[in-house]
């Protein structure tokens, strides 16, 4: 990019931003507020094509301009990855929010990516069916920005992550062209599987536009039930009983904190007569520990860790263990916390995936989150930072990336020669 | 033409002298694959024992400009495995070893010769299986799998061979060593081994695969339900999915295909015009509860007849007519091709009297096997090579077929790959830029491309080439924009 592009771009000039205009009318181009920063990046617009076609020509046109684009879904995880290095315009899918096929009998949907998570399975839900996933805020987060962002909750234990639920995708590359990969059958193997590549993307290697789902059935029943444990150790050996068992549960999750003991919860879905006699089961194998019936509000427990009172002493981290760790790695969190006195809570899966929130000092937060990515890097476990207090000192959200950083860089390079799409906020600086 | 001396002194040192093959009569063996129709002969085959001499030929594939195609146990359908012209072959069959089972994680980490089977049988003891169960599970490799995203009956329920594997260390097309993903899920960065499974093996050689295994259900129910046609046995499929119901397989085979089946195995099926198999797995309680909703779905839908196996013998059998199908042919008719297409599942009425209406017009006979669930139909297309003109009417069906498969949504390839056999379907499934897109992915991962070149798509495109006409720019052709 030569310098005279640069400084057009920094500077928005009116004939760049008319440009916009013609290509969506001037209700769609709005100048950016605060409230529109990407962690701590300010953009300059905010454009909302309201068609495929017209996100891969504002995209087009960016990618000429030399602009960086920030793709926008809901806006429910602004904070997510490494603060990008330009900011230039915020592309919203606010206005594609079509279902444009729940083939009900087929168990699939395809989705325009500004859907709300939320509005989505309503739709499906007036057949039975669900897209068989619990990600964080689905009232405003959005299909393509769960997807970037491969956020998953606890269902993922039973049905799998997004990349077990796509089957198809439509993205917008940097170039204008929409390209199409996948399909609309839930079985498929004819050509790469780009729907993979681009979740978990972080929106750096294309915009997605659509997406194809397979679809569960609702349950007919559900009912969720509540193990105490006296220590981590013991929770882990329940963890792990449990998963050695025949139960078909939906979910198991432990919570951890502080000040009280860790406590699991457990989420059964079937017929009367099968969640009965796995009660018994679990009953049995939980024993001498006494099991109670819970109420499904336990679905809110992610979305509760993320309620905090102070963002300016507050980091969330996503962890990822192995499940046969799980005992030691509460140990070293409760460690690292007592010994920076910090507060925390954790939420593990019995996937080994879990969600940590530390409270206190920015400079005591990130001397603990530096002591535990240290620690679990040794244990081919992975510790991203999904917020963190503006003032605490610089942290790579990421981590260590390992040996295909390069070959990862490739492919960016590939899709998005000029670094137009979310420059800098992915892993390894992509 | 057969290689220069020198390049043969060196990948000999690399393998060892048991490690490379180059006589006329033994490189005969590997001149195809399980698609018997393609054969190319390999300059030389090397049967590596190690990452590091996986990584010694492949450099050396790359200083000369030698394209490899790498091999797992031979059994792919869709020609994926067969040598490139001047190309060699890479057999992984030596490393087949399972490396380590974590049994409180639920991981196993194996070669790419390990045979599939082997893995459950590795784990069995402590009742896990490895859940993918292509119909060749007894012979095909994981590192084959991997390259061909394998199904298998119980896909339905359990996902496909891209669900089990979590890491994977790869030999890349220039001989560098990566690994993907890894023993713990969302390692940070793209999901490589997404794109690499599946893949057919044109973005390098995988030399280590970690895998999930699961825990065997507490139960496991098959039942037989004999229907005057497939369109009862596919009302009947549509009400089990609709009663929100997910079984571990729904399989359906036609009369021909029963009569194929049991003149090879005797699967004691019943005869009858469309035989539906459905298993559930689980908890006792739910499946058995289940069952009973099953069987009346079966009886409304007008099942003559309907048989539970009773006994882990009789459920072998069921099966074991079913994974012997396509082999069975040979029972019937000298000749066949095996078709593997993808519809929506809802589409399978109209499909099947197309089937039939082509079927007739080209007078041809074709069995259809499917997994009924998931829609992945697999027509057998029945002729005498002897009689003139049969062969070509045979391959013409076939390929209209998978042109209905199209037309209906659905896909050319359910889980047998592109490979050799299907590159020109690509671009009627996909638009070119669908396909660009794919390419400029692997340029990333082969710019040279040398990995197994010549399969998936119909026209190589050279890395770095500019992307022909297929870009418009109409916000250029506006006067929105111009080239800054």
């Known amino acids: 990019m030569d310098a005279a592009i640069k400084s057009e771009a920094s500077g928005l000039r009116p004939a760049l931003r008319y440009k916009f205009i013609a290509l969506l009318g001037n209700a769609y181009v709005r100048a950016a507020t605060g409230a529109d920063a990407v962690a701590g990046a300010q953009p300059k617009l905010v454009i909302e094509p309201g068609t495929e076609r017209e996100l891969a020509n504002v995209l087009l046109l960016s990618n000429y301009a030399g602009l960086a684009v920030i793709p926008r879904g809901g806006g429910t995880k602004p904070g997510w990855g490494n603060s990008p290095t330009h900011a230039d315009l915020i592309l919203s899918t606010a206005r594609m929010t079509e279902i444009i096929e729940h083939a009900w009998a087929d168990l699939t949907v395809t989705v325009e990516a500004g859907c709300t998570i939320q509005r989505l399975q309503e739709t499906l839900a007036q057949h039975g069916q669900r897209l068989a996933l619990d990600p964080l805020w689905p009232e405003k987060a959005t299909v393509g920005g769960v997807l970037s962002t491969n956020d998953s909750g606890a269902l993922r234990l039973r049905f799998g992550a997004l990349r077990d639920l796509i089957i198809g995708a439509t993205i917008a590359l940097p170039d204008g062209t929409l390209a199409s990969s996948g399909g609309k059958v839930v079985k498929n193997v004819a050509g790469y599987d780009l729907p993979k590549l681009v979740t978990g993307a972080l929106g750096t290697l294309g915009v997605i536009t659509r997406a194809v789902f397979r679809l569960h059935p609702l349950p007919l029943n559900s009912r969720s039930f509540r193990v105490p444990s006296a220590n981590a150790e013991e929770t882990q050996k329940f963890v792990l009983a449990v998963q050695d068992s025949k139960l078909g549960h939906s979910f198991l999750q432990s919570h951890f904190s502080d000040e009280t003991l860790p406590v699991s919860d457990m989420l059964f879905e079937g017929t009367e007569a099968g969640i009965a006699a796995q009660e018994t089961q679990l009953r049995n194998l939980a024993a001498p520990v006494i099991v109670s019936a819970s109420s499904t509000s336990t679905w809110a427990a992610r979305e509760e860790l993320w309620t905090f009172l102070d963002p300016a002493s507050t980091a969330i981290a996503k962890i990822s263990i192995l499940p046969a760790n799980l005992a030691r790695t509460m140990e070293l969190v409760a460690h690292s916390a007592n010994a920076h006195q910090l507060r925390w809570k954790a939420l593990l899966y019995a996937t080994g995936i879990g969600w940590l929130r530390?409270?206190?000092?920015?400079?005591?937060?990130?001397?603990?989150?530096?002591?535990?990515?240290?620690?679990?890097?040794?244990?081919?476990?992975?510790?991203?930072?999904?917020?963190?207090?503006?003032?605490?000192?610089?942290?790579?959200?990421?981590?260590?990336?390992?040996?295909?950083?390069?070959?990862?860089k490739a492919v960016k390079q590939q899709l998005d020669p000029k670094n137009t799409l979310n420059p800098g906020r992915f892993v390894g600086g992509i | 033409m057969p290689m220069d001396a020198h390049i043969l002194r060196e990948l000999r040192t690399i393998v060892g002298d048991r490690g490379l093959i180059s006589s006329r009569e033994e490189l005969h063996t590997y001149e195809c694959d399980g698609l018997t129709n393609f054969r190319v002969m390999p300059r030389a085959v090397l049967l590596p024992n190690s990452t590091e001499q996986v990584q010694g030929i492949v450099r050396m594939c790359h200083r000369e400009r030698i394209p490899f195609v790498a091999r797992g146990s031979g059994t792919g359908l869709s020609g994926g495995a067969l040598p490139v012209e001047n190309g060699i072959v890479i057999s992984l069959a030596r490393m087949n070893r399972i490396l380590e089972v974590d049994f409180?994680?639920?991981?196993?980490?194996?070669?790419?010769?390990?045979?599939?089977?082997?893995?459950?049988?590795?784990?069995?003891?402590?009742?896990?299986?490895?859940?993918?169960?292509?119909?060749?599970?007894?012979?095909?490799?994981?590192?084959g799998n991997v390259a061909e995203n394998s199904g298998g009956a119980h896909c339905l329920k359990y996902g496909f061979t891209t669900t089990h594997v979590l890491g994977l260390e790869v030999v890349l097309p220039d001989g560098s060593l990566v690994h993907f993903g890894g023993k713990t899920l969302d390692i940070p960065g793209y999901d490589l081994a997404g794109v690499f499974v599946g893949s057919e093996g044109t973005l390098g050689v995988a030399t280590k695969i970690i895998l999930r295994i699961v825990k065997r259900p507490e139960c496991i129910r098959t039942l037989l339900a004999a229907f005057p046609s497939t369109n009862e046995a596919g009302a009947a499929v549509s009400d089990i999915i609709a009663a929100g119901m997910l079984p571990a397989a729904i399989e359906m085979m036609d009369n021909l295909?029963?009569?194929?089946?049991?003149?090879?195995?005797?699967?004691?099926?019943?005869?009858?015009?469309?035989?539906?198999?459905?298993?559930?797995?689980?908890?006792?309680?739910?499946?058995?509860?289940?069952m009973i909703q099953v069987n009346e779905i079966c009886r409304s839908n007008g099942a003559s007849e309907i048989r539970l196996a009773q006994s882990e013998a009789e459920r072998a059998l069921v099966w074991k007519g079913r994974k012997a199908a396509f082999a069975a042919m040979g029972r019937i008719s000298p000749n066949y091709i095996v078709q593997d297409g993808v519809i929506p599942r809802t589409a399978l009425p109209q499909?099947?009297?197309?089937?039939?209406?082509?079927?007739?017009?080209?007078?041809l006979r074709v069995a259809n096997v499917f997994h009924a669930g998931d829609g992945n139909l697999h027509p057998l297309v029945l002729y005498d090579r002897r009689i003139a003109g049969q062969e070509e009417a045979a391959e013409a069906l076939s390929s209209n077929i998978l042109e209905?498969?199209?037309?209906?949504?659905?896909?050319?390839?359910?889980?047998?790959?592109?490979?050799?056999?299907?590159?020109?379907?690509?671009?009627?499934?996909?638009?070119?830029?669908?396909?660009?897109?794919?390419?400029?992915?692997?340029?990333?991962?082969?710019?040279?491309?040398?990995?197994?070149?010549?399969?998936?798509?119909?026209?190589?495109?050279?890395?770095?080439?500019?992307?022909?006409?297929?870009?418009?720019?109409?916000?250029?052709?506006?006067?929105?924009?111009e080239r800054y």
């Open chain 2, 104 to 143: 409180p994680n639920a991981r196993v980490i194996v070669e790419p010769g390990v045979i599939n089977l082997d893995v459950t049988g590795r784990v069995a003891s402590q009742e896990y299986f490895y859940a993918p169960d292509p119909s060749s599970q007894s012979i095909c490799s994981i590192g």
């Open chain 1, 358 to 408: 530390l409270e206190g000092k920015p400079g005591s937060l990130h001397r603990a989150l530096q002591m535990l990515r240290s620690e679990l890097d040794n244990q081919d476990s992975s510790l991203v930072v999904l917020h963190r207090p503006g003032k605490m000192p610089a942290f790579d959200a990421w981590g260590t990336s390992g040996d295909a950083l390069p070959l990862m």
């Open chain 2, 257 to 290: 295909a029963i009569q194929a089946a049991e003149a090879a195995v005797h699967a004691s099926y019943p005869s009858c015009g469309g035989l539906l198999l459905v298993e559930l797995d689980g908890p006792v309680a739910e499946v058995e509860a289940l």
């Open chain 2, 351 to 363: 499909v099947m009297s197309e089937i039939e209406r082509l079927s007739q017009e080209a007078g």
């Open chain 2, 404 to 481: 209905l498969c199209i037309a209906a949504g659905g896909s050319i390839t359910g889980e047998h790959g592109v490979g050799e056999d299907k590159k020109k379907m690509m671009s009627k499934m996909f638009a070119e830029p669908d396909l660009v897109t794919m390419q400029l992915v692997r340029c990333a991962f082969d710019p040279l491309q040398l990995s197994n070149p010549t399969k998936i798509f119909p026209t190589l495109r050279l890395c770095g080439e500019k992307p022909g006409e297929y870009v418009r720019h109409p916000i250029e052709s506006a006067g929105i924009a």
